[in-house]
C-alpha cells in the first residue's frame, strides 16, 4: 500500500468538460514489410482512445506520483462515501486493470542512501 | 445452502425498532448476521460468512495489513443429532404431539470438550510449523441477562495469539464460539478489541426481527424469513430472504450520483425490481423516517410467479400474488437502497416496516 503509482508519460490525457478523462494511447510502430506497405495504403489509426468514467478519472489525477496507494484509496474512499473495503476493493481492481495495459507503473520511493 | 421456511409474518413495535437501531455509536461496525451480532472498532470489514442458520462461520478482518481478525462460530447444539433410524425415531415425535408430551430433556452440551477439541487443531496446527502452543480455559460462569448463558473464556498463544469465548445459549439453543486472533505482537490490541467484540456479542434478538448488518447495508428482517442469497459486490449489496412462496428483496448502490445521472429513479426502480415493473405506476412516497422515494405497488404475473416458485424449490404453494417495492437515494452517503417484498396478501406495511429499520445513514433529513 505504499507503492506510488505513476503515469505513463507516453499517453496523453483530455479532460471533457465535465472532468472526465479520454486517455490517447500511441500504437506501436508497425513492423513487417506487409504492414508498412498496408499502412501507407490504408489509414491506419495512430493511438487508442480510452474513456474512463467519473470515479476512473478521479483515480486516473490520483496517480501522478505523490500519492500511495493507501491514499489514493482513502480518498476514493472519502470522495465517493465507500467503506474502506469497497475503495480498496474497487481502487485495485481498477488499477490492476491499468497495469496489465501498461497505462501506470507503481514505484517506491526509498530513502536516501537506502 | 440450506432454506428453511415457517408461517407468519409478525408485526413489530415501532419502540423495539428503534431502540435496537440506536444502541451502537456510528463511528464502530456492526455486524449482523444469522442472529449473530456484534460490534467492532470502525472499518473493520466482513470478509468471510456463510449462509446457513443452523451452523455457520463469520470473519470480520481488521483494516490494512495488521492481520487482526474476529471469528465467530456457531452451531444449533442437541437437535436433530440423533439420526433416524428406526420406526420409533419416525413415531416418537408424532405420539408426543398427539399425546401432548413434552420433548425429551437434551442434556446441556459439553464446552469444555468442544472447546479443547477446537483447540487441540489449533495445536496441531502450530506443531506443524514448530511452534510451542499454550492454552488457558477458564471455568464455566452463567451469564446473560437472565442467566441464559453458560459460557467459559479461553485464550491461547502459539503460531499468533487469541483470546475468546465459548457458550450455550438456553434461549437460541446455540453454540457460539467467538475469537479475536492475531499476531504474537497484537496482545494488547487483542485485549482491548476482545473486551468490545465480546462484550457486544450477542446470538439472537429479543424481538421478532433479526438485524442484517454488514458494510453500510444494516436493516431489520422478521425472523420467520430466513436468507436465500446474497450478492456481496463492491458497489453492489443485495439480500434476499423467503418464507414459504414469500420474499423479501434488500438491495444497495453505492454511487448513486453517477447512478443518478443516467437514470431517474423511477427508472431504476423499474429496471431493478424483481419482477417485470415495465410500465407499472411508480410513486412518490416517505419510504422510512429519513427520506422520501418513489414506490410501486403491483399484481405478480404467472411469469414472475414461476421465478418465485423456482426459488422456493416448490414446496411453498400458493405463491406470492401481490409486490411492493420501494426505493430511496441516502444523498448523506450517496446510496441508493431498495425494499421490495412479495407477498401472498397484499402487504405493503411489511415494505415500510423493514425499509423503516435500514439505518442508513445517522441523523435525519426529512
Known amino acids: 500500500m505504499l507503492l506510488r503509482p ?10 471533457k468538460e465535465d472532468g472526465e478523462i479520454i486517455l490517447h494511447i500511441p500504437m506501436k510502430e508497425k513492423v513487417g514489410f506487409l504492414t508498412k506497405l498496408l499502412a501507407k495504403c490504408v489509414q491506419l489509426p495512430t493511438e487508442k482512445r480510452v474513456e474512463l468514467d467519473e470515479v476512473g478519472s ?7 506520483g505523490s500519492n500511495t496507494l493507501e491514499s489514493v484509496v482513502q480518498k476514493v474512499g472519502r470522495e ?28 517506491k520511493k526509498t530513502r536516501k542512501g537506502g | 445452502m440450506s432454506i428453511s421456511s415457517s408461517l407468519g409474518t409478525i408485526p413489530r413495535p415501532r419502540k423495539q425498532m428503534e431502540s435496537s437501531v440506536t444502541t451502537i455509536q456510528q463511528s464502530d461496525t456492526l455486524i449482523g448476521w444469522q442472529g449473530i451480532r456484534f460490534t467492532l472498532p470502525p472499518d473493520w470489514n466482513l470478509t468471510s460468512f456463510s449462509l446457513e442458520s443452523e451452523s455457520g462461520y463469520l470473519r470480520v478482518d481488521s483494516p490494512g495489513d495488521s492481520g487482526l481478525c474476529a471469528q465467530v462460530r456457531w452451531q444449533t447444539a442437541g437437535r436433530n443429532t440423533r439420526k433416524i433410524r428406526t420406526m420409533y425415531d419416525i413415531l416418537a415425535p408424532h405420539a408426543r404431539k398427539l399425546f401432548r408430551r413434552p420433548e425429551p430433556v437434551v ?14 487443531a489449533s495445536k496441531k496446527e502450530a506443531s506443524k510449523s514448530k511452534m510451542t502452543f499454550e492454552s488457558v480455559i477458564k471455568s464455566e460462569r452463567t451469564e446473560g441477562v437472565a442467566g441464559e448463558r453458560t459460557a467459559a473464556s479461553f485464550s491461547f498463544v502459539g503460531g499468533g495469539r487469541g483470546q475468546g469465548k465459548i457458550w450455550h445459549c438456553k434461549v437460541c439453543n446455540r453454540i457460539v464460539v467467538a475469537q479475536i486472533v492475531g499476531t ?24 421478532e426481527y433479526d438485524l442484517w448488518a454488514l458494510y453500510d447495508l444494516n436493516v431489520e428482517i422478521p425472523k420467520t424469513f430466513k436468507l436465500n442469497s446474497q450478492k456481496v459486490m463492491s458497489g453492489n449489496l443485495q439480500l434476499s430472504f423467503m418464507h414459504g412462496g414469500e420474499m423479501i428483496r434488500v438491495e444497495r448502490w453505492g454511487l448513486a450520483t453517477m447512478v443518478l445521472k ?14 417485470n415493473a415495465g410500465k407499472a405506476l411508480v410513486q412518490e412516497s416517505a419510504c422510512n423516517e429519513k427520506h422520501a422515494g418513489v414506490e410501486s ?24 400474488s401481490h409486490y411492493a417495492g420501494c426505493m430511496w437515494l441516502c444523498p448523506e452517503e450517496q446510496k441508493l437502497f ?13 415494505m415500510h416496516k423493514v425499509a423503516s429499520s435500514c439505518n442508513c445513514h445517522s441523523g435525519s433529513s426529512l
Open chain 1, 6 to 15: 505513476v503515469h505513463n508519460s507516453l499517453i496523453t490525457v483530455e479532460e
Open chain 1, 58 to 64: 478521479f483515480v486516473w489525477k490520483l496517480c501522478d
Open chain 1, 80 to 107: 465517493y462515501k465507500m467503506n474502506r473495503r469497497e475503495a480498496e476493493v474497487s481502487t485495485t481492481t481498477f488499477m490492476e486493470m491499468l497495469i496489465q495495459r501498461n497505462f501506470i507503473a507503481f514505484y
Open chain 2, 107 to 120: 442434556p446441556p452440551p459439553d464446552l469444555k470438550a468442544t472447546l479443547e477439541k477446537i483447540l487441540k
Open chain 2, 184 to 207: 504474537q505482537k497484537d496482545s494488547r490490541a487483542i485485549q482491548a478489541i476482545a473486551s468490545q467484540f465480546l462484550g457486544s456479542l450477542s446470538c439472537h434478538s429479543s424481538t
Open chain 2, 262 to 275: 443516467k437514470f431517474t429513479i423511477e427508472e431504476w426502480l423499474r429496471a431493478n425490481a424483481y419482477i
Open chain 2, 297 to 320: 405497488q403491483l399484481k405478480v404475473k404467472l411469469f414472475d410467479k414461476i421465478k418465485l416458485f423456482k426459488l422456493a424449490r416448490g414446496f411453498a404453494l400458493p405463491m406470492a
Open chain 2, 338 to 350: 431498495m425494499v421490495e417484498v412479495l407477498t401472498r396478501k397484499k402487504n405493503p406495511e411489511l
